[in-house]
Each structure stands twice: as structure tokens, then as C-alpha cells.
């Protein structure tokens, strides 16, 4: 059920119930982060891999100490500049977070929100919420309440509709190794910005065969069912799927050309925070179209067109 009813999702969560919940990247599968029955429930419902650890969401940075402990200089300068907001941080964990929200790991990823439905939910709880994008494992992000309805709406006793999501794509996830931020998955807050306010960023790396950081990195993730390319030359893709139904997901720029079924623009005036926010709900609507191909443009590697650019990589397939 879609409600604005914030007493209706606290009672719910109360009784161990999963919800959905709006926030400013994306909407998040909740539960009650402390009961580890509740946390099951959401893996079972999302069908994720238990090794993929959940997200904690807290009410202030106040809160950090109940779920986190050990906590570097450099992380503390971080939430201070950037939350409520779309930044996610891995520290070490309190003991008492179920080792299913962390799949066993001894640190946990935790984040303020900035919605406000879900930060008053947040206030009137006397526990955090864990949740991962509401989607079913690998597919695309919602970002809208009515995208949460089309993968779970039988599943949900209440989705919270705070409207479209204002970033449109996850948060960053930030790491520390010797207490120098590390770069775990880019997001709404681009490396400049981090940058900015923490320095240089390390970028993580993984080795072959070794165990994966975060499974937001997973090669093949945010994906589309339609089959989908990312190209840096659109003529080109064009000629080569002629007469095939095609959908283009571009930058700024229109094509011309009749064969061409649906185009999304993700920001007519070229700007690449527009861009992001506007991404998942193009390929929700591509999506539906019943193409045989959607064409993405790759974008500016610079800004949050690293973060649109990672996503595309991931949802070709
Ligand atoms: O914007 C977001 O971050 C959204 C909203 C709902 O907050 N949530 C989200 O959750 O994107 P999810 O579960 O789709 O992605 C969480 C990512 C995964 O890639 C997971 O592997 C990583 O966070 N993660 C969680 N705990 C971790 C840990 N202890 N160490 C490393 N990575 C972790
Ligand atoms: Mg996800």
C-alpha cells in the first residue's frame, strides 16, 4: 500500500514488519537493523546473497557511536560536511549489529538519510534502519514509489511514497585503511566534492580472485531485462542495429532519425547532477518499451558522470 502515514510505517517496522522508504538516492527495503529476524526477511524478499552486506541508516550523526565504534578523525570530518546526505561510511561495528546486516564482516556501512519523511520515521524509533535499494537483487534502482509498487507491491504492507528521489542515483561509499578515506563505490556526492573536504581519495582495488569489496561493484548489477550498450559513438551503434527497435538514453542531445522508437534526455542544459537524478527513471521507461536494444551514451568522466558512467557499465549486459 502507498501511504504518506508515518505512524502507519512506525507500527509496521514495530512489528518487525519490512517497508519501503524514501530517501534522496533511492527508495530502501527497511527493517529493524538491531533484529536479525527482520534483516532476514529483507534478504529473502530482495532474494540478495547473504556475503552482500546491508546499509544502516541512523537519525544523526549523534547516533554513529550506537552502531559504530573506533571511529576515524577522517570519518567524523566527513559526516559532519555531508550528512543528512548521500554519503555512506565503513567503520568498524558495535558488537551488538547483527552479523547478517554485516555478512560477517566486523565493520558496518552506515548513513543520515536526508528525506524528510524517513528522518522523522527515524526520530520516532528507537532503533536504525537497515535497507538496501528496493529492488530485487542485479535489477535497476526506484526512485519513484510507483517503481517500488511495479517489483514488490504484493509483497510490502506499507511503501512510504516521499515522491521522486532528489539525487536519483545511491549513495557514495567510503572506506578508511590507516585512517586515510578510501573510495568504495561512486555515488550522488562526486570524488571532487569528497575531495574537497578529505583530500585525496584512495580508490579501491581488489585483487584477482579476491573476496569483493562491495557487491555494488559487481560487474553486472542496475541492469535493465532489455539488452543494453554503452557507447561513445551513437551514429555508429545507430547503423549497426537499423531497422531493430531502438531506445537511445542520452546526455543533452537529441538524434535525428525515424527508425529510432523512444529517446530519453537525461538534462536538455548538459548538467550532469540533473543528468543522474534522471537516470533510473529513463531506463524504468525504457524498459518497458519492449526494445530490442537501448543505446546509452557514455558520459563526461568528470563529476557525477564517473557515477552515471559506472552504472551504465554495470547495466550492460
Ligand atoms: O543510497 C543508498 O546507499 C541506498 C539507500 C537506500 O540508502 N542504499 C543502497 O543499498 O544502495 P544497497 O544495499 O543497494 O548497496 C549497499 C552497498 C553494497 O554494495 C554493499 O556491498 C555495500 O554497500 N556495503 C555494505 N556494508 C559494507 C561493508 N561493511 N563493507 C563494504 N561494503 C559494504
Ligand atoms: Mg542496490
Known amino acids: 500500500m502507498l501511504t504518506t502515514n508515518i505512524e502507519l510505517a512506525k507500527q509496521a517496522l514495530m512489528a518487525g514488519s519490512i517497508i519501503a522508504i524514501p530517501t534522496e538516492t533511492v527508495y530502501g527495503l527497511a527493517g529493524n537493523a538491531f533484529s536479525e529476524e527482520a534483516v532476514h526477511k529483507i534478504f529473502a524478499l530482495k532474494k540478495r546473497p547473504l556475503y552482500n552486506p546491508l546499509i544502516v541508516h541512523i537519525r544523526s550523526?549523534?547516533?554513529?557511536?550506537?552502531?559504530?565504534?573506533?571511529?576515524?578523525?577522517?570519518?567524523?570530518?566527513?559526516?559532519?560536511?555531508?550528512?543528512?546526505?548521500?554519503?555512506?561510511?565503513?567503520?568498524?561495528?558495535?558488537?551488538?549489529?547483527?552479523?547478517?546486516?554485516?555478512a560477517g564482516k566486523d565493520t558496518v556501512a552506515v548513513r543520515v538519510p536526508d528525506h524528510p519523511l524517513t528522518l522523522s520515521l527515524l526520530q520516532q524509533l528507537d532503533f536504525p534502519l537497515a535497507a538496501p535499494s528496493?529492488?530485487?537483487?542485479?535489477?535497476?534502482?526506484?526512485?519513484?514509489?510507483?517503481?517500488?509498487?511495479?517489483?514488490?507491491?504484493e509483497e510490502l504492507p506499507i511503501i512510504l511514497d516521499g515522491g521522486p528521489c532528489q539525487k536519483?542515483?545511491?549513495?557514495?561509499?567510503?572506506?578508511?585503511?590507516?585512517?586515510?578515506?578510501?573510495?568504495?563505490?561512486?555515488?550522488?556526492?562526486?570524488?571532487?566534492?569528497?575531495?574537497?573536504?578529505?583530500?585525496?581519495?584512495?580508490?579501491?582495488?581488489?585483487?584477482?580472485?579476491?573476496?569483493?569489496?562491495?557487491?555494488?561493484?559487481?560487474?553486472r548489477h542496475y541492469s535493465p531485462n532489455t539488452t543494453?550498450?554503452?557507447?561513445?559513438?551513437?551514429?555508429?551503434?545507430?547503423?549497426?542495429?537499423?531497422?531493430?527497435?531502438?531506445?537511445?538514453?542520452?546526455?543533452?542531445?537529441?538524434?535525428?532519425?525515424?527508425?529510432?522508437?523512444?529517446?530519453?534526455?537525461?538534462?536538455?542544459?548538459?548538467?550532469?547532477?540533473?543528468?543522474?537524478?534522471?537516470?533510473?527513471?529513463?531506463?524504468?521507461?525504457?524498459?518497458?518499451?519492449?526494445?530490442?536494444?537501448i543505446i546509452a551514451e557514455r558520459f563526461p568522466d568528470k563529476g557525477l558522470g564517473m557515477t552515471i558512467n559506472d552504472r551504465l557499465r554495470r547495466a550492460v549486459n
Open 61 to 102: 550523526v549523534d547516533y554513529l557511536s550506537r552502531v559504530a565504534m573506533d571511529i576515524p578523525p577522517a570519518a567524523i570530518t566527513l559526516a559532519n560536511a555531508f550528512w543528512p546526505g548521500p554519503l555512506t561510511l565503513i567503520l568498524k561495528k558495535q558488537p551488538h549489529i547483527p552479523a547478517l546486516v554485516t
Open 134 to 153: 528496493a529492488n530485487p537483487f542485479g535489477s535497476v534502482s526506484p526512485t519513484t514509489a510507483a517503481h517500488v509498487a511495479g517489483y514488490f507491491n
Open 168 to 219: 536519483g542515483v545511491e549513495s557514495t561509499i567510503i572506506g578508511f585503511e590507516n585512517d586515510q578515506p578510501v573510495l568504495y563505490r561512486l555515488g550522488a556526492i562526486s570524488v571532487e566534492r569528497i575531495e574537497a573536504v578529505s583530500g585525496n581519495l584512495l580508490f579501491h582495488t581488489k585483487g584477482e580472485g579476491e573476496e569483493v569489496a562491495a557487491p555494488g561493484m559487481l560487474s
Open 228 to 293: 543494453t550498450l554503452l557507447t561513445s559513438d551513437i551514429q555508429g551503434m545507430l547503423n549497426r542495429y537499423q531497422g531493430k527497435r531502438v531506445g537511445l538514453l542520452l546526455f543533452s542531445t537529441a538524434i535525428a532519425g525515424n527508425a529510432i522508437i523512444h529517446q530519453e534526455i537525461l538534462s536538455p542544459s548538459g548538467d550532469l547532477n540533473e543528468a543522474a537524478s534522471h537516470l533510473y527513471a529513463a531506463l524504468h521507461r525504457l524498459d518497458k518499451l519492449n526494445l530490442d536494444v
